[in-house]
């Protein structure tokens, strides 16, 4: 245990990952503590150059908790997100008193880029060490994020990551693969169906649920044992095969669930033409926006990235390696 940070601030700074084996779906929650409990278990990666740096500190004198984003109060849902996860802490810290919380992203917000992972994983660590309950960097602060985002129980690791548990776990080192992810920007609008929102709705009503439940363990084990590996292939065949799966079954859903623009399906098609040509190893993502993630040796990756770059409607590239874990500081 660490001691309780009275009279300073702690500030975190947590990376996005994205999921390359998908998280799609919930398990049953009886209690608050069984929160974003996964139904299928997930691998991931986390990003460089993409973070949330939030910094908390006790504000005993204030009736609730403040939480600021980007110089902008948080109300409504995104609050209380906020706050389970808090209360969480407080809970488990006996520890009565509010907080006040700032936070910044370095990364575009609810565009399915993974904001809310990197944003409670910095919320959970930096709360978690303000709290005296620990270092916010292990596996303590994996389970209090996962209350306010699922993917930000990853977030808190870095490199190659699993989540199959009540919290994420550290597979391999991020220098265990040498591979570079370009992110191909086609919308950094705020998407119109929220991820919690989707899953709920893609578990209610699409025929598909099941069967993606009940194959994704097997797909989940395909990808951790081509990483374990390094076979870039291998784990390039699992990552595309879950994308395809998990998009499919949203799209069952009732209304459908469809993050795709024409210039996502633009980008994979571009994807497709360079592997086809027989001179690059390289395969593409998406999660729960339109923006399409690629993941190619890191030798290639300026090779990759000016060609996407020249696909119609493609708005920015953004080039990421595999990052570090979640960083907390006492100020």
């Known amino acids: 245990m660490v001691d309780l940070v009275f009279d300073g601030v702690v500030v975190a700074k947590a990376q996005v990952n994205i999921a390359l084996i ?23 990666v986390s990003l460089d150059g993409l973070w949330t740096e939030t910094s908390v500190r006790f504000d005993p004198d204030a009736a609730t908790d403040h939480v600021t984003l980007d110089g902008e109060r948080l109300e409504g849902e995104p609050l209380a997100r906020c706050v389970a996860l808090l209360d969480r802490v407080r809970e488990l810290s006996d520890v009565a008193s509010p907080f006040a919380v700032q936070s910044t992203n370095h990364v575009p917000t609810a565009a399915g880029l993974a904001s809310s992972a990197s944003g409670m994983a910095a919320l959970a660590a930096a709360a978690v060490r303000c709290a005296g309950l620990g270092s916010g960097t292990g596996e303590l602060a994996s389970r209090i994020a996962r209350i306010g985002s699922g993917s930000a129980a990853r977030s808190i690791f870095g490199g190659w990551v699993a989540w199959d548990g009540p ?22 609008e705020r ?9 709920n709705r893609t578990r209610e009503s699409s025929p598909f649920y099941k069967g993606w439940v009940e194959q994704s363990q097997d797909t989940f084990v395909e990808g951790c044992e081509a990483l374990e590996r390094r076979d870039l292939v291998g784990l390039i065949s699992a990552m595309e ?6 998009h499919a079954c949203a799209m069952g859903a009732r209304p ?10 633009a980008v994979i098609e571009q994807v497709q033409r360079l592997r086809s040509d027989g001179d690059l190893v390289l395969g593409w993502t998406m ?10 040796p890191g030798h290639d990756v300026q ?9 119609d409607g493609v708005q920015r590239i953004l080039i990421s390696r595999p990052g570090r874990g979640v960083f907390v500081d006492v100020r």
């Open 191 to 199: 998407k119109t169906i929220g991820s919690r929102i989707a899953m």
């Open 22 to 44: 998908k998280y799609w779906g919930k398990a049953p929650a009886g209690r608050p503590e069984e929160t974003n409990l996964p139904a299928v278990p997930s691998l991931s």
């Open 256 to 265: 459908p669930i469809l993050y795709w623009k024409p210039p996502s399906l």
């Open 241 to 246: 095969a879950s994308t395809m799966r998990m």
């Open 303 to 311: 090779r990759v990235a000016d060609t996407l770059a020249r696909v």
């Open 167 to 188: 919290a994420a776990r550290s597979l391999f080192p991020r220098d265990h693969l040498d591979v570079a992810v370009v992110i191909a920007i086609v919308d950094a």
């Open 287 to 296: 999660d729960a926006g339109p923006n399409v993630k690629v993941l190619c």
